[in-house]
């Protein structure tokens, strides 16, 4: 039997599906092809609407070895395992005359764990287990979450926490999973034979398409000890996301609650000399953390400083004891001996890596205002540390012996993929050298006629916006716009408060017209309700920007509040900003721009999300128009019809009203 061609495979996938074959979503399936194939890496950029899920799941299965494929959202990975992957299988079946086993891997504290169930949960003030169950009042919500917890362990097959509906609050799953430093391990627990994440991991290593989380691919490439199973081609979908994530993974944080608690769960378990020590570095350490540091931390006030240093003499004296428990009376001894070991590690690692004092850290202190007493105090004082640019460990890590293809709607920014290339450790496009990953960027397009289906306007006459100010001429041009849109507008906002501020104002002005506001609500009761009347509107901050899936007629007009820069005072992209200009680049374009370009583009993306969708992105920040930089931003966006004329705007607005008005009349 000759081999199936792609095409066919690709059309009989979009089939099983109930999709629409797209050019595009061809000419990416192709291309993945012959990265797989080459053993090459692909950047492409695949707008909304392409498919391209199916654009690199058929040539992934096709290929017939193991594939990891990498998400930034839980919606994503629901889709692919739970819909994209079960049908494609069975839809290639017949044509590859196998049927490709997949799976989907989490990090171990996504799973619930049995020990934790069954046995109880280390307690911080007092020796050994304490039952949760027993100590939660039945009628209070942890107590009922817990319950739910308990029948739900003797039906579920996975344990998966996103499998459990409705969900539970963090602290009740708190009492039933554990991280990988405090797990026994399988071979030393007693329910390691019907460990979830145990047999989520041999899935894995069984299966052809294991899918993923950027978390967990970070993980794997910064710890060095794999947790994913060896593969041959990794495909990191939703990638615009990828940096932040792995960054994020990458930061270490303490804060004087979090040492506290090290002390606690290891004083019971060290000689009474190990313990004091590391108690007397605990207050030390507090003491400092009450002060009132800068933000970033250049140079380690001395203070600091030899807190640190006390801290993680301290802590790796107590590492070295804690092999030995002192009483032992403990109940489950090696569980308790276990989470303790996994604070102190935790405490001794991030105060080693502050006091190193790398150059490629950032070091900046966090204080929250206080909400409620002493104990709350002291948890908002936090010292975090995250690299400068975590480009050369994924040029390292992620690069290497494996053929990598990374996608989203926004990898081109400013007319190519040099920009999100560089942030992923990629020389120029088509730059010659020996340790230089060779890489291609494809931009397969979209199926929709952004030109004729969306304007992308511009308040030229606006002020230009001043940090944190009161912006009443935008908060005035905002009212006209909704006006004449009837509603349906998606605010997207540079802070929070911004949005808030906003929403107040307009509440007033145009009671007619409900505004919803992140936070109020969770984010899938806001979308549900504002897709479900046209009239609302919704106003949000940074999850908005990327998160938001509304076709139809709620969704008319994105208003941007202004360009999303980075605060000047965040403290890793300023030190991002200036090591570029250090080096003699354009630390601004770099870093800056690209971070608005993205966000903008994702933002943006939000208007259009079928072939019969209408409407306009208004950008409410003359410097789109005005500045030098301006033009890469637009260049960023889809290829929107672009004008700077209110009122014509609001005629496009209030004709695209109506229309949708008789639609929805007729529908009726």
Request: aromatic letters at 6%.
């Amino acid at each position: 039997m000759t081999k199936p061609s792609l095409p066919e495979l690709l059309h009989a996938a979009v089939t099983a599906v109930g999709g629409v074959e797209r050019p595009g979503q061809v000419t990416m399936a192709q291309a993945v092809e012959q990265a797989i194939d080459d053993g090459s890496h692909l950047l492409v950029q695949a707008g909304t609407g392409t498919g391209k899920s199916l654009g690199y799941l058929v040539p992934a299965l096709a290929h017939g070895e193991r594939v990891i494929v990498a998400t930034a959202t839980l919606a994503l990975q629901r889709q692919l395992v739970e819909r994209d992957l079960p049908r494609t299988v069975e839809a290639l079946h017949p044509l590859l005359r196998r049927r490709p086993e997949f799976a989907m891997l989490k990090g171990r504290s996504n799973y619930l764990c049995l020990h934790r169930l069954h046995e109880g949960v280390p307690q911080d003030e007092e020796e050994g287990l304490f039952d949760q169950f027993e100590a939660a009042a039945p009628t209070s919500k942890l107590g009922q979450d817990l319950l739910r917890l308990r029948d739900w362990s003797q039906e579920t097959e996975t344990g998966d926490r996103d499998d459990l509906t409705p969900g539970v609050s963090d602290r009740a799953w708190s009492q039933v999973s554990v991280s990988s430093r405090e797990c026994l391990g399988a071979s030393k627990c007693a329910y390691g034979a019907e460990c979830f994440a145990e047999m989520a991991r041999e899935r894995a290593k069984l299966s052809e398409v294991v899918v993923t989380n950027h978390a967990l691919l970070a993980i794997d490439a910064i710890e060095g000890a794999p947790v994913l199973p060896q593969h041959e081609v990794l495909i990191v979908d939703e990638a615009h996301e990828l940096v932040s994530r792995v960054t994020g993974v990458a930061t270490g944080e303490l804060t004087p609650g979090q040492v506290n608690r090290a002390v606690r769960r290891a004083a019971k378990l060290v000689n009474e000399k190990a313990a004091d020590q590391l108690q007397t570095a605990a207050e030390g350490f507090e003491r400092v953390m009450e002060l009132a540091l800068p933000g970033r931390l250049e140079e380690i006030p001395e203070d600091l400083g030899y807190a640190l240093m006390a801290l993680r003499d301290a802590a790796r004296t107590v590492i070295s004891a804690i092999g030995s428990t002192r009483d032992k009376s403990v109940q489950d001894e090696d569980a308790v001996r276990k989470q303790a070991l996994a604070s102190v590690e935790t405490v001794h690692d991030v105060a080693e890596r502050i006091s190193n004092g790398s150059e490629w850290d950032v070091v900046w202190y966090e204080r929250h205002e206080p909400r409620g007493g002493a104990a709350y105090r002291h948890s908002g004082a936090s010292l975090r540390v995250a690299p400068m640019s975590v480009s050369g460990l994924l040029r390292e890590k992620l690069f290497a012996d494996r053929s990598v293809v990374l996608t989203s709607a926004t990898l081109k920014l400013g007319g190519d993929f040099n920009g999100v290339g560089a942030s992923l450790g990629l020389a120029p496009e088509g730059t010659e050298g020996e340790d230089l990953p060779q890489w291609k960027g494809f931009d397969v397009g979209s199926p929709f006629d952004y030109p004729k289906q969306g304007i992308l306007y511009v308040a030229k006459h606006l002020a230009r916006p001043a940090r944190d100010g009161d912006r009443a001429d935008m908060l005035d041009e905002l009212t006209e716009l909704i006006q004449a849109a009837g509603g349906r507008t998606l605010g997207l906002f540079s802070s929070m408060r911004a949005a808030q501020l906003a929403a107040e104002e307009l509440r007033v002005r145009i009671p007619e017209f409900p505004i919803l506001l992140q936070g109020e609500e969770t984010l899938g009761e806001l979308i549900k309700n504002f897709a479900a009347d046209p009239k609302t509107c919704l106003f949000g901050t940074l999850s908005l920007w990327q998160g938001v899936d509304v076709p139809g007629p709620s969704c008319q007009l994105v208003v941007m509040d202004k360009i999303p820069f980075p605060r000047p005072d965040d403290p890793v992209m300023s030190a991002r900003q200036k090591a570029v200009e250090d080096a003699g680049g354009n630390g601004f374009m770099a870093v800056a721009a690209t971070h608005a370009a993205l966000l903008m583009a994702q933002g943006a993306g939000r208007l259009v999300r079928a072939s019969g969708d209408r409407g306009v992105v208004a950008v409410l920040d003359q410097r789109l128009a005005t500045a030098r930089y301006g033009s890469y931003l637009k260049t960023s966006l889809p290829d929107f019809w672009y004008t700077t004329d209110r009122n014509q705007v609001r005629k496009s607005l209030a004709a695209i009203d109506k229309a949708a008005q008789q639609t929805e009349e007729a529908s009726a």
